[in-house]
Every structure is written in structure tokens, then in C-alpha cells.
């Protein structure tokens, strides 16, 4: 069997979801306006956080960094899904594929330590009140956000050059609606358990134990509200960490389906639909649940609002 890569300069096929065109039109619309909601909310985040000096704490600068991240994400992978969807040809050239396959790793292995990072701040918030000065100073908070950002490149170097060597013996058809990295796997021509290992190692690293510490972290947090007498104070802390645990669920539950099974256990149509949910709806909702539920948000967006309604006045 001739197991070169001889595709490796050649354009690949998305096939999306070429198979039922009827609902491409619509899939095509519902994408086109979540990508807007996405830009908006998480560029208002970035914004409101920046320029609203109340909301210059720990848990403000983690939630831009998230938003950031969200906004990245997104645009890997939504604007070429849109040209495929509009135009006749389904293609990405080699570089693009490469690209969109790197930073997808590399965005969603950050994501992953930056849930657990918030998480850790949320507890410290809670269970240390007095101390939450000094335990969360900036100089911590940005070793933890680069941190998450770099063990996200690591993991993703590691994965990009591994499932890149694969043969592929001329395979170009890529079953999904962007280079990921089970739909890449499924081309190659033979099976690498090796290739299966790495990739359910790195997810113990970058999923379970993530989800674990964050599991941990909000069981000590219920014990501490159990014992908050202030309805005012317990009813903020569910509101900023039921946000949280609202965006742990979405985004943990899809991946570690999607990544800790076995990759050819499976269908296509449930992994495009997962795929889907985590790369498209997961970003527009995380600031919708966090400026919905927080009020924090939507006060200082009114603030900074009338700052600007008073500075227009002549």
C-alpha cells in the first residue's frame, strides 16, 4: 500500500454538509447571525471590561482573556465555513487547513485551563473574601493566564505534528465543516494507536483534570454559601458562579464526548453536530450568560453609556 503523503500541497474538501443541500441556506443564516452575536457580545465584554474601571478585578481581566479567546476561535473557523456554504466549491488550500487545525487545538486547550484558572478565582472569591486581594494579585493572575495560553500552544504542537504525519495516500476529503482534528484523523490510511494514546493522554491533561479541579473548587463553594447569611451577597455569588458552571457544562460536556472516545465510535452526523454546538454556539452564548446573569456587566454598560450620552450633550 503506498501510504505517502502525496496531498500534502494540494487543496482539501470540506464537505460540510454538502450531503443534505437543502439546509445548507439556513445553516448558512443561523451561522452568519450567531458569528454576529459572537463578535458583538464578546467584543462588548473586551470593551466594558477595559473602560469601566469597577470591573478592573481578577475575574473581569480571566473573562476578557475568555472573550478574546472566543472572538479567535470563532473567526478560525466560521468566515471560511461561510464562504463554502455561499460559493460552489467546498475547498481550503493546505496552509488554511493547517492553520484552522492549529489554532483550533491550540484556542481550545487554552480555553480549557482558562475555565479551570477562573474557577480557582471564583473559590478565592468565596472561601477567602479577606485574603482575595492578596491571594489574586495581577502578578499571579497573568502567570495564570499565560500559563493557560501556552500550555494550549504546547498541546497544540504536539497534535499538529503528529496527526500531520499520518499518511493520508492522496485522501483529500475532509468530513466536516473545518479542519479538526478527528475528521483529519479518519482520512489517514492506517490506524496509529500510538496517535490514540497521545490524544487521550493530552485530554486526561487538558480535560478531566481541568473538569476536576473546577468539580472541586465549586464543591467547596457550596459548602461556603450554605453558610452565607446575606441573601444579598449569596444571591451575587450564585448569579457570577452559576455563569461559570453554566459555561464549564456546555463546553467540557461536547468535548470530552467528542475527544475521550475512541475516534471512530462516532457517526459523522453526531460529530458535525457537536462540532457545531462547540465551535459556533458555545462562543455566542458565553457572553450572553455572562452579561444576562451578571449584573455587574449590564450596570457598568449603563454607566458607560450615560458617560457618553453626557459627553455628546453640547
Not at 254 to 276: A, C, H, R, V, W
Request: hydrophobic share 45%; with cysteine; aromatic share 12%.
Amino acid at each position: 500500500m503506498d501510504t505517502n503523503n502525496g496531498s500534502s500541497t494540494t487543496d482539501f474538501i470540506l464537505l460540510g454538509f454538502s450531503d443534505r443541500p437543502q439546509f445548507e441556506p439556513i445553516i448558512s443564516g443561523v451561522v452568519f447571525i450567531f458569528y454576529i452575536v459572537t463578535l458583538v457580545g464578546n467584543t462588548t465584554i473586551i470593551l466594558v471590561s477595559y473602560l469601566d474601571t469597577q470591573l478592573h478585578t481578577p475575574m473581569y481581566f480571566f473573562l476578557s482573556n475568555l472573550s478574546f479567546l472566543d472572538l479567535c476561535y470563532a473567526t478560525s473557523i466560521i468566515p471560511q465555513m461561510l464562504v463554502n456554504l455561499w460559493g460552489p466549491t467546498k475547498s481550503i488550500t493546505y496552509g488554511g487547513c493547517v492553520l484552522q487545525f492549529f489554532f483550533a487545538l491550540d484556542l481550545g486547550a487554552t480555553e480549557c485551563l482558562l475555565l479551570a484558572v477562573m474557577a480557582y478565582d471564583r473559590y478565592a472569591a468565596v472561601c477567602q473574601p479577606l485574603h482575595y486581594t492578596v491571594i489574586m494579585h495581577p502578578q499571579l493572575c497573568q502567570n495564570m493566564v499565560l500559563t493557560a495560553w501556552l500550555g494550549g500552544l504546547g498541546s497544540a504542537l504536539i497534535l499538529c505534528s503528529l496527526t500531520l504525519k499520518l499518511p493520508r495516500c492522496g485522501h483529500r476529503v475532509v468530513d466536516n465543516f473545518f479542519c479538526e482534528m478527528p475528521a483529519l484523523i479518519k482520512m489517514a490510511c492506517v490506524h496509529s494507536k500510538i496517535m490514540e494514546i497521545i490524544v487521550f493522554a493530552l485530554g486526561v491533561i487538558f480535560l478531566l483534570v481541568p473538569l476536576s479541579l473546577i468539580l472541586i473548587s465549586y464543591g467547596v463553594i457550596t459548602q461556603a454559601v450554605v453558610r452565607i447569611k446575606s441573601a444579598a451577597r449569596w444571591s451575587k455569588v450564585l448569579n457570577t458562579c452559576g455563569s461559570h458552571l453554566t459555561v464549564v457544562t456546555l463546553f467540557y460536556g461536547t468535548l470530552i464526548y467528542m475527544y475521550m472516545k475512541p475516534q471512530n465510535s462516532t457517526s459523522q452526523d453526531e460529530g458535525k453536530f457537536l462540532t457545531l454546538f462547540y465551535t459556533i454556539i458555545t462562543p455566542t452564548l458565553n457572553p450572553l450568560i455572562y452579561t444576562l446573569r451578571n449584573k455587574d456587566v449590564k450596570s457598568a454598560v449603563k454607566r458607560i453609556l450615560s458617560v457618553e450620552k453626557w459627553s455628546t450633550k453640547p
